[in-house]
C-alpha cells in the first residue's frame, strides 16, 4: 500500500507482516521508532501470536532472540551503534550457531566521541561476525529489505542484518509502497527451522568444538554465505514478482555503462550519487555509480562484473579503520585482482556531516582530472586540524582532543547539518 | 501550483512540532499527488533547543539526502532563533518567509536582513497565541503549515487538514485543524480580518 510514511514506520509494518513470535529489544536512538511501533502492534493485538520482550540490555536484546531462534521462533530485534557493540559477543553467536535471526542496524557513528549521528561504523565492526549485511539505500528498499531478510535467513539459516542510515532514513517521511500482509504471506513461507530444541526430540545446540574441528564448522558457515549470494538474488527475484519492484539484490549498477569514473557506496548517499551523476551526465561526463547492497557475503564476481573496463573508482565510505583507510574500497579492490592505481578512498559523512551535492561535484571533477589522491577526506576542515596537532605539538598536556576541537571552532553543541564546504 | 521543485525549512525549538510540520506538510503533498520528503535535524532532542526539519516537494521522485541548502521558503517558529546563526541562509529573491511572532517584522529587523525578497512574501503570524486560542496549549505547528499552505500555496489547505486528521485523530486533531484553517484566513485574506487580531 502506497502511503507517505516515516522510514521506521515502514520497516515495523513490514516485519509485522512477517509476523515475527518473538521481538525483543532495548532503546536506541535512532533505532526506537521502529520497536516502538512493533510494540504498540503487539499490545494492540494488531500482530497476534508475537511476544514483546523487555530486556534490560541489547546484550540480553540478542540473547533472547537467540533463544528465540533456537526454539524455532521467528524472531526479531533492533539496534544502532554502541548498542551493536554490547551484543558483539551474541552477534558472533547467532552466527556460529546459524540461527536466522532478523536483525535492523539504524547505522550511528560509534564512540567516542559520543555521537548519535549517522555512518557506517558500527555495520563495519560487526563485519567479521558472520552476519548477512544488506544497505538500504531508500527506505522503500529498506521496507522491502526486510521481507527478503527473514526469507533469507531463513532459507540459509544465517543471520541478517539490515542496515538503514539512522536519522537519514530512519526518520524521513517519505513515499513507500509497504508490502501487505497478503503479498508478504505469498513470498514468506512458514519458518522450518534447520535445527531446534524441542523436548520430544531433544538435541543439544553450541557444542564446544575443539582445534579437531573449528575449522570444519567455520568453513561450513563460509559455505553457506558463498551460497547466500546466489539465493539473494533468487529471493529478490521472487520478492520483485509478488511486489511487482525491483529492490535487494548484491549490487545496483546506475549508468555504468561506458563510465569514466564509476562512484561506489553504501546505503543512502546512493541516492545523492545518482543526482550528482545525473548532473554530470548533463555536462557531458561519463560517470556512474555502483550501489554495495549486499556487503556480507561480499559479491566478487558481481562487483567484478560491474566494473569491467577501466574507469576510474572512486569508493565514498562513513566508515574507515583508522591507520589505514577504507574498509569497502579494500573489498573492491581484492574483486579487481588486488590494489589498483585506479581506486580512491573518499571518506566521508561521518558522525552525521551531511554529504552535499556541492562537496560530490567536487569530488567527480576532481576524480575526473586526477586530483584526488589514494585516500581523501571529504569536507575536512584542514585549519582545525593543523590547530590542534600545532597544540598537542607544544603543550604535552594538550587534554582532550574533542573538546579542544569543538572550542576551536566554536561550536555549542554540534548540529547535522555539519559544516558548509 | 506549478513548480518542478519546492524546499520548505522550519526552524524552531524542541515542542513547537517543527518536525512535524515537516512531516505534515510531505503527507499534505503526497494527498496532492506529489513526491515528498521530510527530515529532521535532531541534536539530543529536549524541549527549547533549536531544532531544524525539512521539507522537500518535487514532481518527480527525490533521491538527494543532503539537507536544503537553498530553501524556497523558510518558517521561523520561534522569533527569539533570530538572533542565532543565519535562518535565512540561501534563500532565493522568490522566496518566502513565515514568521511566528505576534510583534511587527520591523522590529525583528528583518525588512533589512530580508530587504532582497519580495515584502508580500514576508509574513508574521501570530501563531502561538492562535494556538493557544484553538489548542489551549502553546505548540504552533499546524498553525504556521496552515499559514505557509496560504502563504505559498505549495498544498491547499484541505490537504494540510487531512494530514492533521490523519496524525492526530479526534478532538486534538479538529483543534488543530481549526487553527490551520484561521491561520490561512489570516494570512491568505490579511485585509479582510484587519482588527480582528487577538491584540
Not at chain 1, 550457531?97 to 555521537?115: D, F, Q, S, W
Not at chain 1, 508478504?184 to 527451522?193: D, H, K, R, S, V
Not at chain 1, 570444519?216 to 563460509?222: F, I, K, Q, S, T
Not at chain 2, 513548480?3 to 506538510?25: D, N, Y
Given at each position: 500500500?502506497?502511503?507517505?510514511?516515516?522510514?521506521?514506520?515502514a520497516?515495523?509494518?513490514?516485519?509485522?507482516?512477517?509476523?515475527?513470535e518473538?521481538?525483543?529489544?532495548y532503546?536506541?536512538?535512532?533505532?526506537?521508532?521502529?520497536?516502538?511501533?512493533?510494540?504498540?502492534?503487539?499490545k494492540?493485538?494488531?500482530?497476534?501470536?508475537?511476544?514483546?520482550?523487555?530486556?534490560?540490555?541489547?546484550?540480553?536484546?540478542?540473547?533472547?532472540?537467540?533463544?528465540?531462534?533456537a526454539t524455532g521462533?521467528?524472531?526479531?530485534?533492533?539496534?544502532?551503534?554502541?548498542?551493536?557493540?554490547?551484543?558483539?559477543?551474541?552477534?558472533y553467536?547467532?552466527?556460529?550457531?546459524?540461527?536466522?535471526?532478523?536483525?535492523?542496524?539504524?547505522?550511528?557513528?560509534?564512540?567516542?566521541?559520543?555521537?548519535?549521528?549517522?555512518?557506517?561504523s558500527?555495520?563495519m565492526?560487526?563485519?567479521?561476525?558472520?552476519?548477512?549485511q544488506?544497505?538500504?539505500?531508500?527506505?522503500?528498499?529498506?521496507?522491502?529489505?526486510?521481507?527478503?531478510?527473514?526469507?533469507?535467513a531463513?532459507?540459509v539459516?544465517l543471520?541478517?542484518?539490515?542496515?538503514?542510515?539512522?536519522?537519514?532514513?530512519?526518520?524521513?517521511?517519505?513515499?513507500?509502497?509497504?508490502a501487505?500482509?497478503?503479498?508478504?504471506?505469498?513470498?514468506?513461507?512458514p519458518?522450518e527451522?534447520?535445527?531446534?530444541?524441542?523436548?520430544?526430540?531433544?538435541?543439544?545446540?553450541?557444542?564446544m568444538?575443539?582445534?579437531?574441528?573449528?575449522?570444519?564448522?567455520?568453513?561450513?558457515?563460509h559455505?553457506?554465505?558463498?551460497?547466500?549470494l546466489?539465493?539473494?538474488?533468487?529471493?529478490a527475484?521472487?520478492?520483485?514478482?509478488?511486489?511487482?519492484?525491483?529492490?535487494?539484490?548484491?549490487?545496483?549498477?546506475?549508468?555504468?555503462?561506458?563510465?569514466?569514473?564509476?562512484?561506489?557506496?553504501?546505503?543512502?548517499?546512493?541516492?545523492?550519487?545518482?543526482?550528482?551523476?545525473?548532473?554530470?551526465?548533463?555536462?557531458?561526463?561519463r560517470?556512474?555509480?555502483?550501489?554495495?547492497?549486499?556487503?556480507?557475503?561480499f559479491?566478487?564476481?558481481?562487483?567484478r562484473?560491474?566494473?569491467?573496463?577501466?574507469?576510474?573508482?572512486?569508493?565514498l565510505?562513513?566508515?574507515f579503520?583508522?591507520?589505514?583507510?577504507?574498509?569497502?574500497s579494500?573489498?573492491?579492490?581484492?574483486?579487481?585482482?588486488?590494489?589498483?592505481?585506479?581506486?580512491?578512498?573518499?571518506?566521508?559523512?561521518?558522525?552525521?556531516?551531511?554529504?552535499?551535492e556541492t562537496?560530490?561535484?567536487?569530488?567527480?571533477?576532481?576524480?575526473?582530472e586526477?586530483?584526488?589522491?589514494?585516500?581523501e577526506?571529504?569536507?575536512?576542515?584542514?585549519?582545525?586540524?593543523?590547530?590542534?596537532?600545532?597544540?598537542?605539538?607544544?603543550?604535552?598536556?594538550?587534554?582532550?582532543?574533542?573538546?579542544?576541537?569543538?572550542?576551536?571552532?566554536?561550536?555549542?553543541?554540534?548540529?547535522?547539518?555539519?559544516?558548509?564546504? | 501550483?506549478?513548480?518542478?521543485?519546492?524546499?520548505?525549512?522550519?526552524?524552531?525549538?524542541?515542542?513547537?512540532?517543527?518536525?512535524?510540520?515537516?512531516?505534515?506538510l510531505?503527507v499534505?503533498?503526497?494527498?496532492?499527488?506529489?513526491?515528498?520528503?521530510?527530515?529532521?535535524?535532531?541534536?539530543?532532542?529536549?524541549?527549547?533547543?533549536?531544532?531544524?526539519?525539512?521539507?522537500?516537494?518535487?514532481?518527480?521522485?527525490?533521491?538527494?539526502r543532503?539537507?536544503?541548502i537553498?530553501?524556497?521558503?523558510?518558517?521561523?517558529?520561534?522569533?527569539?532563533?533570530?538572533?542565532?546563526?543565519?535562518l535565512?541562509?540561501?534563500?532565493g529573491?522568490?522566496?518566502?518567509?513565515?514568521v511566528?511572532?505576534?510583534?511587527d517584522?520591523?522590529?525583528?529587523?528583518?525588512?533589512?536582513?530580508?530587504?532582497?525578497?519580495?515584502p508580500?512574501r514576508i509574513?508574521?503570524l501570530?501563531?502561538?497565541?492562535?494556538?493557544?486560542?484553538?489548542?489551549?496549549?502553546?505548540?504552533?505547528?499546524?498553525?504556521?503549515?496552515?499559514?505557509?499552505?496560504?502563504?505559498?500555496?505549495?498544498?491547499?489547505?484541505?490537504?494540510?487538514?487531512?494530514?492533521?486528521?490523519?496524525?492526530?485523530?479526534?478532538?486534538?486533531?479538529?483543534?488543530?485543524?481549526?487553527?490551520?484553517?484561521?491561520?490561512?484566513?489570516?494570512v491568505?485574506?490579511?485585509a479582510?480580518l484587519?482588527?480582528?487580531?487577538?491584540d
Amino acid at each position: 500500500m502506497l502511503r507517505q510514511i516515516e522510514g521506521s514506520q515502514a520497516v515495523a509494518r513490514v516485519v509485522a507482516a512477517c509476523r515475527p513470535e518473538v521481538v525483543c529489544a532495548y532503546p536506541i536512538t535512532p533505532q526506537t521508532h521502529i520497536v516502538e511501533a512493533i510494540g504498540a502492534m503487539v499490545k494492540s493485538g494488531e500482530l497476534p501470536g508475537c511476544r514483546f520482550i523487555n530486556v534490560e540490555s541489547e546484550f540480553s536484546a540478542l540473547s533472547v532472540a537467540i533463544g528465540a531462534s533456537a526454539t524455532g521462533a521467528r524472531a526479531y530485534t533492533a539496534t544502532a551503534s554502541q548498542g551493536l557493540l554490547f551484543m558483539m559477543e551474541a552477534l558472533y553467536n547467532a552466527a556460529g550457531l546459524g540461527l536466522p535471526i532478523v536483525m535492523t542496524l539504524a547505522n550511528r557513528a560509534v564512540g567516542a566521541p559520543i555521537n548519535i549521528w549517522n555512518d557506517h561504523s558500527d555495520a563495519m565492526a560487526a563485519r567479521d561476525a558472520g552476519w548477512i549485511q544488506l544497505f538500504a539505500r531508500s527506505n522503500q528498499e529498506a521496507a522491502d529489505l526486510h521481507a527478503q531478510a527473514f526469507r533469507l535467513a531463513e532459507e540459509v539459516s544465517l543471520p541478517v542484518m539490515v542496515c538503514m542510515d539512522g536519522f537519514i532514513l530512519t526518520h524521513a517521511f517519505e513515499r513507500v509502497d509497504v508490502a501487505t500482509r497478503e503479498q508478504i504471506e505469498a513470498f514468506l513461507p512458514p519458518f522450518e527451522p534447520r535445527q531446534v530444541l524441542d523436548p520430544a526430540a531433544p538435541v543439544s545446540i553450541g557444542a564446544m568444538v575443539g582445534p579437531e574441528a573449528f575449522e570444519e564448522v567455520r568453513y561450513l558457515a563460509h559455505a553457506r554465505h558463498l551460497d547466500a549470494l546466489g539465493v539473494i538474488e533468487s529471493v529478490a527475484e521472487e520478492f520483485a514478482e509478488v511486489v511487482g519492484r525491483k529492490s535487494g539484490g548484491l549490487v545496483a549498477p546506475y549508468r555504468t555503462q561506458d563510465a569514466e569514473l564509476v562512484v561506489i557506496a553504501l546505503g543512502s548517499v546512493l541516492g545523492t550519487i545518482h543526482e550528482v551523476v545525473d548532473e554530470a551526465r548533463d555536462r557531458g561526463l561519463r560517470v556512474g555509480a555502483l550501489g554495495v547492497t549486499t556487503f556480507r557475503p561480499f559479491p566478487l564476481e558481481a562487483v567484478r562484473d560491474a566494473l569491467a573496463g577501466d574507469a576510474r573508482l572512486v569508493v565514498l565510505e562513513k566508515a574507515f579503520s583508522s591507520g589505514f583507510g577504507g574498509v569497502l574500497s579494500t573489498d573492491i579492490a581484492m574483486a579487481l585482482g588486488g590494489a589498483t592505481a585506479r581506486l580512491s578512498t573518499v571518506v566521508g559523512g561521518l558522525g552525521g556531516r551531511a554529504i552535499t551535492e556541492t562537496s560530490l561535484r567536487r569530488v567527480v571533477d576532481d576524480a575526473l582530472e586526477g586530483r584526488l589522491g589514494r585516500l581523501e577526506f571529504l569536507d575536512l576542515d584542514r585549519a582545525a586540524v593543523e590547530r590542534e596537532l600545532a597544540h598537542m605539538a607544544g603543550d604535552r598536556r594538550s587534554g582532550p582532543i574533542a573538546e579542544n576541537v569543538l572550542r576551536a571552532i566554536g561550536a555549542g553543541t554540534a548540529g547535522i547539518a555539519g559544516r558548509r564546504a | 501550483m506549478t513548480f518542478s521543485q519546492f524546499q520548505v525549512r522550519f526552524h524552531g525549538r524542541g515542542g513547537q512540532g517543527v518536525v512535524t510540520a515537516a512531516e505534515l506538510l510531505s503527507v499534505a503533498a503526497f494527498y496532492e499527488g506529489r513526491y515528498s520528503q521530510a527530515f529532521p535535524t535532531f541534536g539530543s532532542e529536549r524541549a527549547g533547543a533549536p531544532v531544524a526539519a525539512f521539507c522537500r516537494i518535487a514532481e518527480r521522485e527525490i533521491r538527494t539526502r543532503a539537507p536544503i541548502i537553498r530553501p524556497d521558503a523558510v518558517v521561523v517558529g520561534d522569533p527569539t532563533l533570530l538572533h542565532s546563526g543565519d535562518l535565512f541562509a540561501g534563500i532565493g529573491r522568490e522566496g518566502y518567509v513565515l514568521v511566528n511572532t505576534s510583534g511587527d517584522l520591523t522590529d525583528l529587523d528583518l525588512d533589512r536582513r530580508l530587504a532582497g525578497l519580495r515584502p508580500e512574501r514576508i509574513v508574521a503570524l501570530g501563531a502561538t497565541e492562535l494556538a493557544l486560542q484553538h489548542l489551549g496549549r502553546p505548540v504552533p505547528n499546524a498553525v504556521l503549515l496552515g499559514g505557509l499552505a496560504a502563504l505559498c500555496g505549495v498544498v491547499g489547505l484541505a490537504s494540510v487538514e487531512r494530514a492533521i486528521a490523519e496524525r492526530f485523530p479526534g478532538p486534538v486533531g479538529t483543534a488543530n485543524q481549526r487553527a490551520a484553517a484561521e491561520a490561512y484566513a489570516r494570512v491568505a485574506r490579511p485585509a479582510e480580518l484587519t482588527g480582528a487580531s487577538p491584540d
